[in-house]
């Protein structure tokens, strides 16, 4: 059974910094690639970051390039995603999410909020 377990939200002051952990169980974590997406109050779910399989190549939303750091840890099928530079517009509910051989699948989410 695939689980995705995101972790490492919360509220940070605008131009603070959060890292964010996915853990990941039930498939062969280092085989495929992960993202994580976005979904504020009101809008879609947007893209954030991508990871390739082996942690070689990554991709990013242009509202949070050189701001965002997308990593994996395939030793400890893990996954994070270092925050810095936040802004206000960055707060949104935080999922990970991959699509294996067998479907796709999504976390429960970790709440961002960027506020003073």
């Known amino acids: 059974q695939v689980q995705l377990v995101e972790s490492g939200g919360g509220l940070v002051q605008p131009g603070g910094s959060l890292r964010l952990s996915c853990a990941a169980s039930g498939f062969t974590f280092s085989s495929y690639p992960m993202s994580w997406y976005r979904q504020a109050p009101g809008k879609e779910r947007e893209l954030v970051a991508r990871i390739l399989s082996a942690g070689t190549s990554t991709n990013y939303a242009d509202s949070v390039k050189g701001r965002f750091t997308i990593s994996r840890d395939n030793a400890r099928n893990t996954m994070y995603l270092q925050m810095n530079s936040l802004k206000t517009e960055d707060t949104a509910v935080y999922y990970c999410?991959?699509?294996?051989?067998?479907?796709?699948?999504w976390g429960q989410g970790t709440q961002v909020t960027v506020s003073s």
């Open positions: 999410y991959c699509r294996t051989a067998w479907g796709t699948y």
